[in-house]
């Protein structure tokens, strides 16, 4: 079984600081998506980082894949209140199964104003 | 419309009762997939169809769990004999095809008293 771990489960920032979440697994994924939730709506998708090693930026934030494909993080620069959310994290299958994706609990993040 | 939709979107039963959420994805989108969110948790995978078929309900967390896709569109969730453990948002979610980014609903939050 595939399983993913996020880290913080919780973070309750400042407006303008800047921010990390992690995610971590013993397994290699094919790719991995990050997604935000916000209360009463489905998860949209962030990004999708396919390489190890691949770095993508999209305005503050940066997603990192770790060179293994096992591991991934977000790095938000200078935090707004419109940030605030849930910061999930899930795992592509390999072949057979890349249809299935395996999640984290998620990071809650609180920026306050 | 352009988007999952879901409903419905909140629905409250006594234990006992059968329920079904009923998921229209997006037009012209083969897969489509059911997952489950406990309070506090990340998302767990339930069934994936492909077309009207669903290879894969390994997710599916017991025989009073099942799902259909008909006309490769609308599904729908079946639970019967409902239990305090099947409280928890359930969220559709399709691609165009399953190696491709998932679209999720906003979920219909499933409440047994």
Known sequence: TQLLEQS?????????????????????????????????????????????????????????????????????????????????????????????????????????? | GAGVSQSPSNKVTEKGKDVELRCDPISGHTALYWYRQRLGQGLEFLIYFQGNSAPDKSGLPSDRFSAERTGESVSTLTIQRTQQEDSAVYLCASSFISNQPQHFGDGTRLSIL
């Open chain 1, 8 to 113: 913080p489960q919780f973070l309750s920032i400042q407006e303008g600081e800047n921010l990390t979440v992690y995610c971590n697994s013993s397994s290699v994924f094919s790719s991995l998506q990050w997604y935000r939730q916000e209360p009463g709506e489905g998860p949209v998708l962030l990004v999708t980082v396919v390489t190890g090693g691949e770095v993508k930026k999209l305005k503050r934030l940066t997603f990192q894949f770790g060179d293994a494909r096992k591991d991934s993080s977000l790095h938000i620069t200078a935090a707004q209140p419109g940030d605030t959310g849930l910061y999930l994290c899930a795992g592509e299958g390999g072949r057979g199964s890349n249809y299935k994706l395996t999640f984290g609990k998620g990071t809650l993040l609180t920026v306050n104003p």
